[in-house]
């Protein structure tokens, strides 16, 4: 998902990259915000920067501060990387303004990046190619409200919602079927986390996605950790859910979780249950999630099967910290400071 790529690789790797002499040229604003380096301490040895003009600064919104605070919750994770905002313009577009920032690390002689994006007037949304995601100082709490209040999955670890990881995904999919191991790792490596299964069946592509989904909130009904078998035997077999055999699929997958075929066959028919699946996949949806498997790390939405598992597993501690999530694997290091 090209989305949640852009949060997770940072908007350098997959943002067009310009010199800032192509910045459009503007007039000194007589409040122009202090121009400051994020992150930069006395272990770099010295400014990768090149100096800035604060003539590029000429929007009163967003602020730097919102900016830093933003681009701390998509980078933050990575204690190498460090940024300075170099402008925040007006645009041809009313209240649109467009932010430039360059990007390094704190590595001799790294590579200098320059990337940009634009946030919409109401300050709510940030636009880069053809991406759009939350902006602000906290751009993930709306989502993470969201997801508190409707994720309604199977779920193993903590039983509360403090820390909430809920992974999207579809039970015809193979990727998703790959992105399991990963999810067991995790649920290891986070026993503070509660970590929910939510059922989005891409129903255009995967016609027994649906009906699965149904069996699956049917089976945790009857037992909530017979789900996991039931979810792994499915995605054992899941090249059997066709016409031909994928009623037979669904129903050897319940017997092997130890429950009921028939009962379950009964349960998935009911329009109460077709209800809670398709309010899943609206929820998903209004999450922001528009492809499996994804993960919803307290809000931040993450592309599960493209994020390296060391890095993922740093976005899901930074997170926690973020968050005050306090306990084992919730921080694996000191959340680093702005402005320094």
Same mark, same amino acid.
């Given at each position: 998902?090209? %989305?949640?790529?852009?949060?997770?690789?940072?908007?350098?790797?997959?943002?067009?990259?310009?010199?800032?002499?192509?910045?459009?040229?503007?007039?000194?604003? *007589?409040?122009?915000?202090?121009?400051?380096?994020?992150?930069?301490?006395?272990?770099?040895?010295?400014?990768?920067?090149?100096?800035?003009?604060?003539?590029?600064?000429?929007?009163?919104?967003?602020?730097?501060?919102?900016?830093?605070?933003?681009?701390?919750?998509?980078?933050?994770?990575?204690?190498? /990387?460090?940024? /300075?905002?170099?402008?925040?313009?007006?645009?041809?577009?009313? +209240?649109?303004?467009?932010?430039?920032?360059?990007?390094?690390?704190?590595?001799?002689?790294?590579?200098?990046? #320059?990337?940009?994006?634009?946030?919409?007037?109401?300050? *709510?949304?940030?636009?880069?190619?053809?991406?759009?995601?939350?902006? +602000? *100082?906290?751009?993930?709490?709306?989502? /993470?409200?969201?997801?508190?209040?409707?994720?309604?999955?199977? !779920?193993? &670890?903590?039983?509360?919602?403090?820390?909430?990881?809920?992974?999207?995904?579809?039970?015809?999919?193979?990727?998703?079927?790959?992105?399991?191991?990963?999810?067991?790792?995790?649920?290891?490596?986070?026993?503070? *986390? /509660?970590?929910?299964?939510?059922?989005?069946?891409?129903?255009? %592509?995967?016609?027994?996605?649906?009906?699965?989904?149904?069996?699956?909130?049917?089976?945790?009904?009857?037992?909530?950790?017979?789900?996991?078998?039931?979810?792994?035997?499915?995605?054992?077999?899941?090249?059997?859910? #066709?016409?031909?055999?994928?009623?037979? #699929?669904?129903?050897?997958?319940?017997?092997?979780?130890?429950?009921?075929?028939?009962? %379950?066959?009964?349960?998935?028919?009911?329009?109460?249950?077709?209800?809670?699946?398709?309010?899943?996949?609206?929820?998903?949806? =209004?999450?922001?999630?528009?492809?499996?498997?994804?993960?919803?790390?307290?809000?931040?939405?993450?592309?599960? !099967?493209?994020?390296?598992? =060391?890095?993922?597993?740093?976005? %899901?501690?930074?997170?926690?910290?973020?968050?005050?999530?306090? &306990?084992? +694997?919730?921080?694996?290091?000191?959340?680093?400071?702005? +402005?320094?």
């Amino acid at each position: 998902m090209k %989305i949640s790529h852009w949060m997770v690789a940072g908007l350098a790797s997959v943002l067009s990259v310009s010199a800032m002499a192509q910045a459009p040229a503007a007039q000194t604003p *007589a409040n122009a915000p202090p121009l400051q380096i994020n992150s930069l301490d006395a272990t770099t040895k010295a400014d990768p920067f090149p100096p800035v003009n604060p003539k590029f600064f000429t929007a009163a919104s967003p602020t730097v501060d919102t900016v830093n605070s933003f681009l701390k919750q998509l980078w933050g994770y990575d204690a190498n /990387r460090i940024w /300075r905002v170099e402008a925040i313009q007006t645009t041809a577009a009313p +209240g649109v303004a467009k932010v430039v920032v360059f990007v390094s690390e704190r590595t001799a002689n790294a590579k200098v990046q #320059t990337t940009a994006f634009f946030v919409t007037p109401d300050g *709510a949304h940030a636009l880069a190619g053809d991406g759009v995601v939350p902006f +602000g *100082a906290t751009p993930f709490g709306e989502t /993470r409200k969201l997801v508190q209040a409707k994720a309604d999955g199977a !779920s193993r &670890g903590a039983t509360g919602k403090e820390f909430l990881l809920v992974e999207f995904a579809d039970l015809q999919c193979p990727h998703c079927k790959d992105a399991q191991a990963t999810m067991d790792q995790i649920v290891k490596d986070f026993p503070n *986390a /509660r970590v929910v299964y939510q059922s989005f069946p891409l129903v255009d %592509i995967h016609p027994f996605a649906f009906k699965a989904a149904a069996y699956g909130y049917c089976v945790q009904k009857q037992k909530n950790d017979a789900f996991f078998p039931y979810a792994a035997a499915v995605y054992a077999t899941h090249e059997a859910l #066709t016409a031909e055999a994928g009623d037979a #699929t669904l129903k050897a997958a319940v017997t092997k979780a130890g429950l009921d075929p028939a009962a %379950i066959d009964t349960c998935a028919a009911t329009q109460a249950t077709k209800d809670q699946v398709n309010a899943s996949i609206k929820f998903a949806e =209004e999450a922001g999630v528009d492809q499996t498997p994804m993960l919803s790390v307290n809000g931040h939405v993450l592309p599960l !099967s493209q994020v390296p598992y =060391e890095t993922l597993k740093s976005i %899901i501690a930074f997170q926690a910290a973020l968050d005050g999530v306090n &306990g084992p +694997g919730a921080e694996t290091r000191k959340v680093p400071s702005l +402005g320094k």
